[in-house]
C-alpha cells in the first residue's frame, strides 16, 4: 500500500527565505507526482504536477524535483514571502489504480515578516 | 469559466439527518471524487466515479452515499448513519492536461457541522 509522508508537519521561517519541503513515498511505481497548496478553509490549488520522466519543473519562485528511487520530491520555494503562508500537500496516483490520489498529510508553512 | 463549485459553504445539520452536498464542474471531466479532511489528517476518499452512472468506495464511505446522474454533478448525502460527520468535505474532478497527465481539480469545500 502507497504510504505518502510529508516532513516537517510545521514550518515557521521569516521572510526572504529559501525553503525546501519534502515528500516521501513507499511505492516508486509512479508517473507522476502533484504538489498542491491549500489555504485555510479554502480547497486545494494544483501547484505543479511532476511527471515521472521529469526531474524538475518550475513555475515562477517554485520548483519540484522529483527522485522516483528515492522515493523523493521536493518542493523548493525561493525568496519566501507571508502570502506564501499555506498548507502545502503533495499527492501520487494510487498505486492500486482506478486514477486516484493518495495525498500525504502536509506540510503547515508560516513566512513571518 | 472553468471549474467545480461546491455549495453550501457551510451547513449545519442536527442528528439524525440526512443532507446532501452538492458538487457540479464544468470541466467536461469523466472522474470526480468526494474527501473528507479533519484537522491535522490528510484527505481522505469517500467515493469516486469514474463515469457517469458509475461510482466505487473510497476509504471511508460508511454512511455516506453517491449519485452520478449527469457528468457535471455529483452529490454527496450524509447520512445519519454517520456517526461523526462533522469535517471538511472537498470535491475533486480529474482531467487529462498538457502532456498527456491527468490533473485532479479542486472545488472550495463545504463544511459540516452537526449540532
Known amino acids: 500500500k502507497q504510504e505518502v509522508t510529508q516532513i516537517p508537519a510545521a514550518l515557521s521561517v521569516p521572510e526572504g527565505e529559501n525553503l525546501v519541503l519534502n515528500c516521501s513515498f513507499t511505492?516508486?511505481?509512479?508517473?507522476?507526482l502533484q504538489w498542491f497548496r491549500q489555504d485555510p478553509g479554502k480547497g486545494l490549488t494544483s501547484l505543479l504536477l511532476?511527471?515521472?520522466?521529469?526531474r524538475e519543473q518550475t513555475s515562477g519562485r517554485l520548483n519540484a524535483s522529483l527522485d522516483k528511487s528515492s522515493g523523493r520530491s521536493t518542493l523548493y520555494i525561493a525568496a519566501s514571502q507571508p502570502g506564501d503562508s499555506a498548507t502545502y500537500l503533495c499527492?501520487?496516483?494510487?498505486?492500486?489504480?482506478?486514477?486516484?490520489?493518495?495525498f500525504g498529510t502536509g506540510t503547515q508553512l508560516k513566512v513571518e515578516l | 469559466d472553468g471549474g467545480i463549485t461546491q455549495s453550501p459553504k457551510y451547513l449545519f445539520r442536527k442528528e439524525g439527518q440526512n443532507v446532501t452536498l452538492s458538487c457540479e464542474q464544468n470541466?467536461?471531466?469523466?472522474?470526480m471524487y468526494w474527501y473528507r479532511q479533519d484537522p491535522g489528517q490528510g484527505l481522505r476518499l469517500i467515493y469516486y466515479?469514474?463515469?457517469?452512472?458509475?461510482?466505487q468506495k473510497g476509504d471511508i464511505a460508511e454512511g455516506y452515499s453517491v449519485s452520478r446522474e449527469k457528468k457535471e454533478s455529483f452529490p454527496l448525502t450524509v447520512t445519519s448513519a454517520q456517526k461523526n460527520p462533522t469535517a471538511f468535505y472537498l470535491c475533486?474532478?480529474?482531467?487529462?492536461?498538457?502532456?498527456?497527465?491527468?490533473?485532479?481539480?479542486f472545488g472550495p469545500g463545504t463544511r459540516l457541522t452537526v449540532l
Open positions: 466515479s469514474q463515469i457517469v452512472n458509475d461510482f
Open positions: 470541466l467536461n471531466h469523466d472522474a
Open positions: 511532476i511527471q515521472s520522466s521529469q
Open positions: 475533486a474532478s480529474m482531467g487529462m492536461v498538457a502532456g498527456g497527465n491527468y490533473e485532479q481539480f
Open positions: 499527492a501520487v496516483p494510487f498505486t492500486g489504480g482506478g486514477n486516484k490520489l493518495t
Open positions: 511505492d516508486s511505481a509512479i508517473y507522476n
